[in-house]
């Protein structure tokens, strides 16, 4: 059962396109995109709620609430003029293009960690962003390859199996296996789908071998590569965008996804569907905000940023859009039924289980790599 209750509203979420993650990692890393050019360019230096202008924000369309915007407004007596992005082809492009002078961007972080290592953001001022202090130590683990730290978080959840109960009998012990065991898999075959992400998915085959998703062992990379490409005979597809709408529809019985996407498809409080963390552990997908080093207004930026982080902010954006807060210290302002929700937050026990992936040049090459393999 999904958790019942919450204040999300479905809104359009279109990532890159079935195809294109791969070939779009492996592309930006092999151009030298990826590669650390931060060296050239200067930190902004501002003090806590400074602001030097309007602030430019890109988001997707009802990420952030008009209430939020509407407070920080009169806060500051300052504008925030906001721009939209559909998918992340688009968002990346915009933001290389320079063109239009971002403030504020707010993204997939390991879309955060590409650019960032691109030399197309900036390493954030602590000094301006008191906030921080706030936010959930497991959700502010080094995810890149940098000693400074370039992003915040906005809104976390967990990428787990989706799965029809009337299909899946056992589900007391749900497994990686369901999709990666092939004495298992067989039974689903053609109705089971993986995300089109090499992170994620070889994410998964990992943690099925008992391996850290992390892992630097190309070796231990290798060899979840090849369960991929075994899985790869039973699979419906590498699907991110319409899984969770085709397992409500009955076209998928089993998926992995992102815990935001079942819960905007799936009917809140059914007992035909269940989102699961398999036993051998899940990832944390984040959302961040991070400021591009073309923002002509970077101290308003930070200012805005540590805005969200405030406590009752942070439960303002969360039951907006009904997804978990990385904020600790928003969790009492949460609506109630919000702050029950057990597929937002998980039970520590189960917490315990999660990984947060570190997003370097090395590790996004390593399990791009072999994931095109496998995938092929």
């Known amino acids: 059962m999904l958790g019942s209750g919450t204040s999300r509203r479905i809104r359009g ?81 915009r933001v290389t293009a320079g063109a239009d002078q971002f403030d504020v961007v707010m993204l997939r972080q390991d879309l955060a960690a590409i650019l960032w290592r691109g030399g197309q953001l900036h390493t954030l001022d602590p000094i301006a962003l008191p906030g921080r202090v706030n936010l959930d130590a497991q959700l502010t683990q080094p995810s890149s390859d940098t000693e400074g730290f370039y992003s915040v978080p906005l809104v976390w959840g967990t990428v787990g199996i989706g799965l029809n109960v009337n299909v899946v009998a056992d589900t007391a012990e749900t497994s990686w296996g369901l999709i990666f065991d092939l004495s298992q898999a067989w039974i689903y075959a053609g109705r089971v789908s993986l995300l089109d992400d090499p992170r994620q998915v070889m994410a998964a085959a990992m943690l099925y071998l008992g391996y850290s998703p992390n892992s630097t062992n190309r070796d231990q990379v290798r060899e979840a590569g090849r ?29 992995q996804g992102r815990s935001d996407d079942f819960m905007a498809a799936l009917s809140p409080g059914s007992d035909d569907f269940l989102y699961v963390l398999p036993r051998e552990g899940a990832t944390i997908w984040l959302e961040s905000m991070a400021v591009p080093v073309t923002s002509q207004h970077p101290c308003s930026a930070h200012s805005f940023i540590d805005f969200i982080l405030e406590p009752r902010t942070g439960a303002l954006v969360a039951d907006h859009i009904g997804e978990a807060t990385p904020n600790t210290a928003s969790l009492s302002y949460l609506m109630p039924e919000t702050a029950a929700n057990r597929t937002l937050y998980p039970a520590l026990q189960t917490r315990e289980r999660l990984v947060l992936l570190q997003y370097t040049e090395e590790l996004d090459l390593m399990y791009a790599e072999e994931f095109a393999l496998a995938a092929e």
């Not at 995109?33 to 930190?43: A, C, L, R, W, Y």
């Not at 806590?48 to 202008?53: A, E, N, P, R, V």
């Not at 419906?236 to 089993?254: E, M, Q, T």
Request: proline letters at 3%; glycine letters at 10%.
């Open 13 to 93: 979420r279109r990532r890159l396109r079935p195809g294109l993650s791969t070939f779009l990692v492996l592309f930006l890393v092999a151009c030298g995109f990826g590669s650390d050019q931060t060296e050239e360019i200067s930190s902004p230096v501002c003090a806590s709620g400074q602001i030097d202008g309007e602030v430019v924000l890109l988001s997707r369309a009802g990420q952030i609430s008009p209430e939020v915007i509407d407070r920080f407004e009169r806060r500051y007596a300052v504008d925030v003029r906001e721009l939209f992005y559909e998918t992340d082809e688009g968002l990346l492009s």
């Open 227 to 255: 369960v991929v490409a075994e899985a790869k005979a039973h699979l419906g597809g590498f699907d991110s965008d319409d899984y969770a709408a085709r397992l409500a529809d009955g076209g998928l019985d089993l998926a």
